[in-house]
C-alpha cells in the first residue's frame, strides 16, 4: 500500500477501513467519467452528494475517490461541523430489516450555506454521485443476479448486501460535475435559508432521476408514480364527483372505485422481472422455434430517439407481445408497456404480464360505470406525457384467417388525444410485422372458424394448452415497417391545431379523418414489411388447386414462378423474401409437416392432407396482398383467351378500391395502373402471356398449356375476394332498389358463399365471413355507388349493374348462374337473412349434395373447355 493510500485510509475509523478490505473482493467498479478528477474547478473543500443512504454506498465511494485520486469523503468538510464530506438525500431509518423512510435533506444543505455566509471567498464544491450494482440490463448472468439487480425501489440493507455478493463486480460510480454552492447561492440573489435548501434537494433529486433513467431505463414503477397522478388529474376527480351523485354515493366511495379501476388497470413494472423473463423465454423460444430473425431493426431504431413510439404489430398470436418484449429487450431497447385485454388477468399469470409492462383494459367501455372510461385515458395520456413506449394492436384480437382486420381505433384516439392534450414530446407509430410458420392456436383457430364457439382464457386452460409445446414451430420474423410520424398527420388536417386546447371529452371534427387516416397508413406499412417465408409460397401454390395437390415438377415451377415475381416486382423495400430455392422450400415444407410426398410411378405428387388445408389457408392469407396484382391480371385470362391490355386496366381500376380496402393495399388508383402494367410485362417476359400489336393485345396459351396453368393458380388466390364482390352486387340486383337493408344483404350474402361452398370445392373459412361483406357493402356507399333511403333501405347508382356485366370477364358461366340462383328472391332465402345470426351449414347438408357438386364440377369442366376456343376479349 502507498503512503497516499495509507494516509487516506486513516481518515476513516478502523472498522470503516476492515468493511472495505472485506467488501473489495466482491466488487469491481467503473467510473464515469474515468478521470473524475479533471471535473473539479477549484481547490474549494468537496463535499459529495450520493443518492440513497447506505453503508455499502459509503464504501464504494470511498474506494471509487480513492483510486480516482479524489478528496476522501470520509474527512470533515472544512469550514463546517460536518465529520464527513458526504451526505444523502434520501436517507434510511436504523432498522436492518425494516421499511425504508425518506428524511429531508434540508438539514445538510442549511450547515453548507451557513459556513459560507458572511465570508465571500469560501466556496464549496457539490459533486453528485450515483451508484449502481448491477445495472447492465443486457448482461446475461445468473437467475438471482437479474433478481437483485439496479432498479428504482430504495431497497434495505439486507437486499443490497444481496445485490453485492452476487452484482458486485458490476458496479458503475458515476461522478457528475462539480457545482459551485456560491454561484448557486449569487444567483439565488436574496432567498430564505429553508426555500434554498429545498430548491437544492429538488434540483439534485431531478438530476439523480435523470442519470439512473439513463443507466437503467425510465422509472416505471406504475403504482408509485401514475397512480396518484391519475387520480388527482382534473378530469379524474370531475368524473369522481359527478359518479358520486349519479350513483348517490359518498365522494370516497366514488374515489375507492376509481381507485380500484386503476389497480386493474396499471402495470407495476419490474427490470428484475423483466430481466428474469427475459432468461426464461429464451430457453422458451429455443425450445419453441428454430430461429427468430428482425429485420430493419436498426431502422426502427434510429429512427425512435426524441420520440414517444408507439408499436402497433399486426396480431397472429399471443405469443405476439411476448417476442416483440424479448427482442427489444435483448437488443438493449426499452421494453413497452402493452395494452392486454382483461380476459388475460388471470391468477399467478396475470401479475407476471403485468410486472413485465402490461396494462390490462375491458372489452367494452360502454358496460359498466362511465368513470372506467375517464380513468383509462387518463392513464393512457400520462403513459405519453412521461414518455413511456407503448405497444398495443389496433386490430382488436388475434386475426383468426391470417389476413389484417378492419382496425379499431379506440387506442389509437386515446394516443392522439393524449398527445395533443401536451403535445411535447412527438408520437412515432412504428408498425411491425409479425410472419410465422405455425401457430400455436392453429387448432383453436380452426375450430372457431367452423363455428365452434372461442374458448375463454382460463389458467386451467393455459395448462392444457402446455401440450403445444412438445411440437416445433419453425423460424419467426419480426420485420420493422416504415415508422409513422402523428404530427404531419395532424398538420394536415388542421392547421391550426397546436392552438386547440383539447377537452377529455371534445371532439375535434377533424379527429375522426386523423385517426381514419391514420390506423389505414399503419395497416397498410405493416403489409408493406411482409416476410415471405417457405410456408406462404407453399400455401399459395397448393390451395389453389381443387385438391390441394400437385405434380412435384408443377409446384416446383410455380414457386419458381412466385420467387421470381417477388424478386423483380417488389412489393416494397421493406419486404423480406426466403433465400432458400424451391427445391428446398419443398423439402422443407414437408419436413415441417404442412405437406405430404405421394409416390408415384410418373412422378411424385405433393399433396396437402384435409385437416391441414383450412391451417394453411392462414398463411397463405398472411401474403396474399403481396401477389394482388398478379392475381387480377391472372384472373382476366381464367375464362378468356384473349384481351386487350386496356381492358385489363379499365376493369382493374374499377375493381381496386374494394381490393385495396380488404388487403390495405398501398397505391393510389394511377400507383396501381402502373403496377399492372408492369406486371404484364413481367407475364410477357416469362412467357404466361404473348402481347400483339405493338403490346395493346394479350393472349394467353391454351388450357393444357403450362403457362396457361400457371395462370390459373395465380388468379385462385383472390378469385374467391371476385366471387364474394359479386354475390353482394347480384344479391343487391336482384332484389331490386329499396327493398333490403345492409344488414339483410349482409345475411343474404353470408347465406348464399355458405350454399356455395357446400355446392362447389371446398372454399377458404373467410369465404363466407360477414365482416369481409360488411367492409364491402361499405365501401360501396363510400364511392357513392350504394346509399341508404329514408327508410334504411339500400338504393344504387345504374353503375352497379355495369359491374354484374363486368363480371362476365372474369367468373365462369356456371359459377355467375349458382350465385343467382341463390341470391334470388325464393322465402328460403329471404326467411334465413331476416334470421339475426346466420349458422353455418351443417354436415348434413353437405352430406346430402355430395351428388350435386359432382354434377357441377363436370359442367364447370366443359364450360372451362368451351371458354378456351372461344375469342371472348372485350372492349
Known amino acids: 500500500m502507498t503512503t497516499a493510500e495509507t494516509t487516506y485510509r486513516s481518515r476513516a475509523p478502523w472498522w470503516f477501513n476492515l468493511a472495505g478490505h472485506l467488501l473489495e473482493p466482491w466488487v469491481r467498479i467503473r467510473r464515469d467519467p474515468a478521470e473524475p478528477a479533471a471535473l473539479l474547478k477549484s481547490d474549494a473543500p468537496v463535499c459529495y452528494v450520493i443518492e440513497r443512504d447506505g453503508f455499502s454506498d459509503a464504501l464504494i465511494l470511498d474506494r471509487a475517490c480513492r483510486e480516482a485520486g479524489l478528496p476522501s469523503p470520509m474527512q470533515p468538510l472544512l469550514h463546517t461541523r460536518r465529520r464527513r464530506s458526504v451526505f444523502a438525500l434520501a436517507r434510511r431509518d436504523g432498522e436492518v430489516f425494516g421499511r425504508n423512510r425518506a428524511r429531508s435533506p434540508n438539514e445538510p444543505f442549511g450547515q453548507l450555506l451557513r459556513s459560507i455566509e458572511g465570508f465571500p471567498d469560501r466556496d464549496i464544491q457539490i459533486v453528485p454521485v450515483s451508484i449502481y450494482v448491477g445495472r447492465a440490463p443486457t448482461r446475461e448472468t445468473g437467475w438471482f443476479s437479474v433478481l437483485f439487480s439496479e432498479n428504482w425501489v430504495m431497497v434495505g440493507r439486507f437486499r443490497r448486501m444481496l445485490a453485492l455478493l452476487l452484482n458486485g463486480r458490476d458496479t458503475v460510480v458515476h461522478f457528475s460535475a462539480p457545482v459551485s454552492l456560491r454561484e448557486v447561492l449569487n444567483e439565488a440573489g436574496e432567498v430564505q435559508p429553508q426555500r434554498f435548501a429545498r430548491k437544492m434537494a429538488r434540483v439534485l433529486r431531478t438530476h439523480f432521476r435523470r442519470i439512473r433513467a439513463a443507466v437503467i431505463g425510465p422509472d416505471l414503477s406504475h403504482r408509485r408514480t401514475v397512480v396518484d397522478a391519475v387520480l388527482n388529474a382534473e378530469p379524474v376527480r370531475a368524473a369522481i364527483t359527478a359518479t358520486a351523485v349519479k350513483e348517490n354515493i359518498s365522494y370516497a366511495k ?22 428474469s423473463a427475459s432468461f426464461l423465454l429464451r430457453n422458451f423460444w429455443n425450445k419453441l422455434y428454430d430461429g427468430i430473425t428482425m429485420h430493419h431493426f436498426d431502422k426502427a431504431r434510429a429512427a425512435a430517439p426524441g420520440y414517444e413510439v408507439v408499436y402497433v404489430p399486426s396480431h397472429r398470436s399471443h405469443a405476439d407481445y411476448l417476442l416483440l418484449s424479448y427482442q427489444l429487450h435483448a437488443s438493449g431497447v426499452v421494453v413497452p408497456h402493452i395494452a392486454a385485454g382483461v380476459n388475460l388477468n388471470l391468477p399467478l399469470i396475470g401479475p407476471l404480464l403485468r410486472r413485465g409492462g402490461a396494462f390490462f383494459l375491458r372489452r367494452s367501455f360502454k358496460k359498466g360505470s362511465a368513470l372506467y372510461p375517464v380513468v383509462f385515458n387518463e392513464y393512457v395520456a400520462q403513459l405519453i406525457d412521461r414518455g413511456v413506449p407503448m405497444e398495443y394492436f389496433i386490430e382488436g384480437g388475434r386475426s383468426r384467417t391470417g389476413r389484417l382486420l378492419a382496425p379499431r381505433a379506440g387506442m389509437l384516439v386515446m394516443t392522439v388525444r393524449g398527445f395533443l392534450r401536451a403535445p411535447r414530446r412527438p408520437v412515432l407509430f412504428q408498425p411491425v410485422y409479425i410472419g410465422y410458420e405455425k401457430l400455436m392456436e392453429g387448432k383453436s383457430y380452426a375450430g372457431e372458424l367452423s363455428g365452434q364457439p372461442k374458448e375463454k382464457e382460463s389458467l386451467i386452460g393455459l395448462i392444457r394448452g402446455l401440450g403445444v409445446l412438445r411440437q416445433r414451430y419453425g423460424h419467426v420474423a419480426l420485420n420493422f415497417g416504415e415508422p409513422i410520424e402523428l404530427t404531419p398527420l395532424l398538420d394536415a388536417a388542421s392547421d391550426s391545431w397546436r392552438d386547440t386546447v383539447v377537452d377529455p371529452s371534445s371532439k375535434p371534427e377533424w379527429l375522426n379523418k386523423v385517426v381514419d387516416d391514420l390506423s389505414e397508413k399503419i395497416q397498410v406499412n405493416i403489409n408493406r414489411a411482409a416476410d415471405v417465408n417457405p410456408i406462404n409460397l407453399l400455401a399459395l401454390a397448393l390451395l389453389a388447386t381443387p385438391k390441394h395437390a400437385m405434380a412435384e415438377s408443377d409446384l416446383l415451377a410455380q414457386l419458381d414462378l412466385m420467387k421470381a415475381l417477388l424478386e ?19 423439402a422443407y415444407g414437408e419436413q415441417m409437416g404442412w405437406i405430404v410426398r405421394v409416390r408415384h410411378p410418373l412422378g411424385d405428387v405433393l399433396t396437402v392432407e384435409p385437416e391441414q388445408a383450412v391451417l394453411l389457408s392462414y398463411f397463405r392469407n398472411n401474403v396474399l396482398h403481396l401477389t394482388a396484382c398478379a392475381a387480377w391480371v391472372a384472373c382476366c385470362f381464367l375464362n378468356n383467351r384473349r384481351m386487350t391490355r386496356a381492358s385489363i386496366l379499365r376493369l382493374g381500376r374499377i375493381i381496386y378500391p374494394f381490393i385495396q380496402n380488404e388487403l390495405f393495399l398501398p397505391w393510389d388508383s394511377d400507383g396501381f395502373g402502373t403496377q399492372l402494367q408492369a406486371t404484364i410485362d413481367f407475364f410477357v417476359r416469362r412467357g404466361l402471356l404473348e402481347a400483339t400489336g405493338e403490346g395493346r393485345l394479350l393472349e394467353r396459351g391454351p388450357g393444357q398449356d ?22 353482394a352486387i347480384a344479391a343487391l340486383a336482384k332484389n331490386g332498389p329499396h327493398t333490403i337493408t345492409a344488414a339483410e344483404l349482409e345475411n343474404v350474402c353470408t347465406l348464399t358463399a355458405q350454399r356455395l361452398s357446400l355446392l362447389n370445392e371446398p372454399s377458404a373459412p373467410e369465404f363466407f365471413d360477414k365482416a369481409l361483406f360488411r367492409g364491402f357493402i361499405q365501401k360501396l356507399r363510400e364511392q357513392r355507388v350504394v346509399w341508404t333511403d329514408d327508410n334504411g333501405k339500400l338504393d344504387y ?29 325464393d322465402t328460403e332465402t329471404q326467411r334465413a337473412a331476416a334470421e339475426p345470426d346466420a349458422a353455418p351449414a351443417s354436415a348434413e347438408e353437405t352430406v346430402n349434395t355430395s351428388e350435386e357438386l359432382h354434377q357441377r364440377h363436370v359442367i364447370a369442366e366443359h364450360h372451362e373447355h368451351e371458354h378456351e376456343h372461344v375469342d371472348q376479349s372485350k372492349d
Open 254 to 275: 366514488s374515489w375507492q372505485n376509481a381507485h380500484k379501476m386503476m389497480m386493474e388497470i396499471a402495470a407495476d413494472y419490474s427490470h428484475p422481472v423483466v430481466r
Open 797 to 825: 347508382d345504374t353503375a352497379l349493374e355495369g359491374m354484374v356485366r363486368d363480371a362476365r370477364v372474369i367468373l365462369a358461366r356456371e359459377m355467375r348462374h349458382s350465385i343467382l340462383k341463390i341470391t334470388g328472391n
Open 706 to 727: 403450362d403457362a396457361a396453368y400457371q395462370l390459373k393458380v395465380i388468379a385462385r388466390s383472390l378469385i374467391q375476394a371476385f366471387e364474394r364482390y359479386y354475390i
Open 568 to 586: 423483380e416486382l417488389p412489393y416494397s423495400e421493406r419486404m423480406t423474401l426466403t433465400p432458400m430455392d424451391p427445391a428446398a422450400i419443398v
